[in-house]
């Protein structure tokens, strides 16, 4: 079983719309977790984190998380053309006490505009 | 805003040599890290570092890979006999404290890559 998955897309939303991004992880001792955006040749940047089940909001941002359903999504508002990059799903991963932050494959989302 | 710098942004090499990939990360951070990304794949964990010493290793990180902080700004990735498969783009990433402590803490910023193109 993949440690984190992610549909690898690509997705394509109109601007303006809101978009939808998803992800599932193997570790049910997972407590962190977060979400980067990683623009073609570039490094992967922090966008948002999320330690709690519910909903986190920061600008046109939310994060959802839902531990016993071992899911994390994303969701952006009012998508902008610049928002078009690949969004990597990162969880820390528990192995025997050592801890380690593990990426999906990563969805690439395009807005259309 | 503190940043993590890495050096240099691209090197070529021939397979068999030794490469060193240099980072400097933000000055107040304890906790050090190299990942690798294979072009169109995913970012993988190589290894990390804390107290002069690994913490962790991945099944990557073979005995042609070290790791060192020279010094007090200094860490570093030698690949001692690079293969064509070791042509990535390779980030180090730093945090204040461990990935599994407490919000925001544990966070990973990361440079912009080093990319390692062996022949």
């Known amino acids: 079983q993949k440690e984190v998955e992610q549909n690898s897309g690509p997705l394509s939303v109109p601007e303006g719309a809101i978009a939808s991004l998803n992800c599932t992880y193997s570790d049910r001792g997972s407590q962190s977790f977060f979400w980067y955006r990683q623009y073609s040749g570039k490094s992967p940047e922090l966008i948002m984190s999320i330690y709690s089940n519910g909903d986190k909001e920061d600008g046109r941002f939310t994060a959802q998380l839902n531990k016993a359903s071992q899911y994390v999504s994303l969701l952006i508002r009012d998508s902008q053309p610049s928002d078009s990059a690949t969004y990597l799903c990162?969880?820390?991963?528990?192995?025997?006490?050592?801890?380690?932050?593990?990426f999906g494959t990563g969805t690439r989302l395009t807005i259309i505009p | 805003e503190p940043e993590v710098t890495q050096t240099p942004s691209h090197q070529v090499t021939q397979m068999g040599q030794e490469v060193i990939l240099r980072c400097v990360p933000i000055s107040n951070h304890l906790y050090f890290y190299w990942y690798r990304q294979i072009l169109g794949q995913k970012v993988e964990f190589l290894v990390s570092?804390?107290?002069?010493?690994?913490?962790?290793k991945s099944e990557i990180f073979d005995d042609q890979f070290s790791v060192e902080r020279p010094d007090g700004s200094n860490f570093t990735l030698k690949i001692r006999s690079t293969k064509l498969e070791d042509s990535a783009m390779y980030f180090c990433a730093s945090s204040e404290g461990p990935s599994w402590a407490e919000e925001n803490t544990g966070e990973l910023f990361f440079g912009e890559g080093s990319r390692l193109t062996v022949l």
């Open positions: 990162a969880v820390i991963l528990t192995n025997f006490g050592n801890e380690k932050l593990t």
């Open positions: 570092f804390y107290n002069n010493e690994i913490s962790e």
